[in-house]
């Protein structure tokens, strides 16, 4: 599975992709959280879960059946902001509500609105929770333009003052304090997109699943005021008539590279801010075990060392990681890696979430921006995250942008190594405890790019990443890194045809085709050259025999080494098997994990083996490819047809090669079937 599948009903949705060899990621969303919010949870499927890759579609949907491992809690990780005060948006309300409870108090909604006191501060009734039970807000105090609302419990039994029908006094011997006060956001949007298109009910697939959303949080003082000015009628009715404090627009992105979420606050009032754009909770461990955390450029917070794998189930306290707990303190804590472990400390599943470097993410603009906090962790694991701004003073017109990203991770693994995505740039991180000196990082679809630090290294990489991905070392534990891997050329136009859907086929050369007969071409390998504007997976390659022969031909990709025009020496990028040419017909290799095409220049390479009696007959291309071709260092193979490299005597599986000249066989034509 190289695709998402998208399970859908109404608001809520599943969305599925491969995590393994064995086993497929199902993660829950809802358009419809706590007060219309996009979350990251439904009543079908609690959990983040981990099935079988043979598990049905019914077996998932609507409801995750005994099938499913469940792994991660996200019901709490879509992220609020917080004024310094209070949380709120996300799935939060100003917490500075406070609660009675008075047994039929008698009170209705012709009282909301209406003002009283403990003799000594004024508090405002915000709604009818029911017949035993009222909502007040407290005062608020104005400071350089800035709101904050006074965080206080009533002294006394409060007293009416104004704007109330039933003036009986209101006892707080039942009184609980920091109650959220809902609802806290209004305008709220939403759009729903797989692959730029709208999501029907039922089972969809796709590559990138796109939900963006954007709502309004009132201001604290514009709610008290506009309550007070409105007495008998509920604020939940007239939201939009509140003065704002902000808009909050976010775009959550699922794909087979992991979440995506990019938050962006626009201030609307004078507000202070703290953001962190995504939260995770920790990990769901198994039975007996327990949850390890590591963090590149951090030291010891909280009495944890988490250079190493701090074990957080003792983490007794919030923990906040100031400049004073990293080892470089002019780069905020960025990322960490966790694993839930078995009771002998065996990895079980894993997470990796960090900031992206872009915007407001970038680590030298971070670091002016978070000089109190740059990353907590609650004690309850509920919160554990870095910080895009801490303690950021906005001005109305000002925004903040951020992009944090989390990867599901499947064991064994020695080193978190990943390419995260946006679209427009590509990430490659590196964190591991303990050193390395020949480490190799698998990155196909980044070869040739050039790699440009991005954030604190001590990992040494190469300049340009090669076809067999990139080797590293990591002479220092911990060893991280970051980097932007920069392409060599401009980004192509999509490639017609090889998008159109999954399970459609397309043809990299098309034209008028020939026959052509493999006479002396047992066991030469023959390499033909192949462009493609863009990475396409597939998982299904044909040819066709047109009369038939004895053996069989094997068939695969090489990557192209740009430093000498020719193929890759390395072995294959791809091995698809064999096909016997025993009879005509379209001969097809199916395979059973896809392959990855590479965007730009790859070699296809065809072999005829096994037995040489009588050479079979394939369907040809009946052009040739304008591409250049290294003669050697005569020109008396220009003499004839040319059309690509061989490799003589191949006899079993496709390897390393060394090309021992050019052949004058025309390229098969071949199909793939997008995966």
């Known amino acids: 599975m190289t695709d998402l599948i998208v399970y859908r009903s109404n608001a809520l949705m599943s969305i599925r992709s491969r995590f393994d060899g064995t086993q497929d990621l199902v993660m829950p969303a809802n358009l419809a959280y706590v007060e219309a919010m996009v979350g990251m949870w439904h009543s079908g499927l609690p959990q983040v879960a981990l099935v079988p890759s043979t598990a049905t579609d019914t077996q998932v949907w609507p409801v995750m059946s005994a099938v499913g491992t469940r792994i991660h809690d996200t019901s709490d990780d879509n992220c609020p902001i917080n004024t310094g005060w209070s949380y709120v948006g996300g799935n939060h309300g100003y917490n500075v509500g406070i609660q009675t409870a008075v047994a039929g108090h008698g009170k209705t909604t012709a009282d909301v609105g209406s003002r009283w006191t403990d003799g000594i501060r004024v508090f405002t009734l915000l709604a009818i929770v029911n017949p035993n039970s009222l909502l007040f807000g407290g005062p608020y105090t104005i400071v350089d333009g800035i709101t904050q609302a006074v965080r206080v419990r009533p002294a006394t039994a409060l007293t009416h003052v104004a704007g109330a029908t039933n003036r009986s006094t209101v ?132 009495a944890l060392n988490w250079s190493t794998w701090a074990n957080i189930d003792t983490l007794t306290a919030l923990t906040d990681f100031t400049p004073a707990t990293l080892l470089d303190p002019l780069t905020p804590a960025t990322s960490m890696t966790q694993w839930a472990v078995s009771s002998t400390g065996v990895q079980q599943w894993g997470i990796a979430v960090g900031l992206l470097p872009t915007d407001d993410g970038t680590p030298s603009i971070r670091a002016r921006n978070t000089t109190t906090k740059g990353w907590f962790i609650s004690s309850s694991l509920k919160k554990n995250y870095p910080q895009l701004v801490w303690g950021r003073t906005l001005s109305p017109g000002q925004s903040v942008t951020g992009t944090g990203y989390r990867r599901y991770l499947a064991p064994p693994s020695a080193a978190t190594e990943i390419v995260v995505s946006t679209g427009s740039d590509d990430f490659v991180i590196i964190e591991r405890i303990g050193t390395a000196t020949q480490a190799q990082m698998a990155a196909p679809q980044l070869a040739h790019r050039t790699l440009v630090p991005a954030g604190p290294t001590n990992i040494a990489v190469p300049q340009q990443v090669a076809n067999d991905g990139i080797a590293y070392g990591a002479l220092v534990s911990p060893g991280y890194g970051m980097w932007r891997a920069e392409p060599d050329q401009a980004s192509p136009q999509p490639l017609p045809g090889a998008t159109y859907g999954v399970g459609s086929y397309f043809l990299p050369l098309a034209g008028p085709t020939q026959t052509t007969t493999y006479t002396g071409a047992f066991q030469r390998l023959l390499l033909f050259p192949v462009y493609l504007a863009e990475a396409t997976p597939v998982d299904r390659v044909c040819l066709e025999v047109t009369a038939a022969g004895t053996g069989v031909v094997r068939h695969g990709v090489y990557a192209h080494d740009p430093t000498s025009g020719r193929p890759a020496t390395g072995g294959p990028i791809a091995e698809f098997g064999v096909l016997a040419v025993t009879a005509v017909g379209v001969r097809e290799s199916v395979l059973g994990t896809p392959a990855e095409l590479p965007a730009g220049w790859h070699w296809y390479g065809l072999v005829w083996q096994t037995t040489a009696t009588t050479a079979p007959t394939l369907r040809t291309s009946g052009v040739g490819g304008a591409t250049a071709l290294n003669l050697g260092t005569s020109p008396e193979a220009m003499s004839g047809n040319r059309f690509g490299y061989e490799v003589p005597d191949t006899a079993g599986v496709l390897g390393p090669i060394t090309v021992g000249g050019v052949h004058q066989f025309p390229p098969p034509r071949v199909a793939y079937r997008r995966a």
């Open 171 to 302: 006892p707080i011997t039942g009184l609980t304090p920091d109650v959220q006060i809902r609802p806290a956001t209004h305008s709220h949007t939403v759009v729903v997109e797989l692959d730029g298109r709208p999501v029907p009910d039922g089972r969809n697939v796709g590559r990138e699943l796109r939900i963006r959303e954007s709502y309004v949080i009132p201001s604290y003082r514009g709610m008290i005021d506009t309550a007070q000015a409105n007495i008998g009628t509920p604020i939940a009715t007239i939201m939009s008539r509140i003065p704002p404090l902000c808009r909050v627009d976010n775009v959550y992105r699922w794909s087979t590279g992991g979440l995506l979420v990019t938050q962006t606050v626009t201030a609307l009032d004078r507000f202070n801010l703290n953001a962190g754009v995504t939260q995770c909770a920790a990990l769901t461990a198994p039975t007996g075990g327990s949850r390890r955390q590591f963090m590149p450029n951090v030291g010891t917070a909280g």
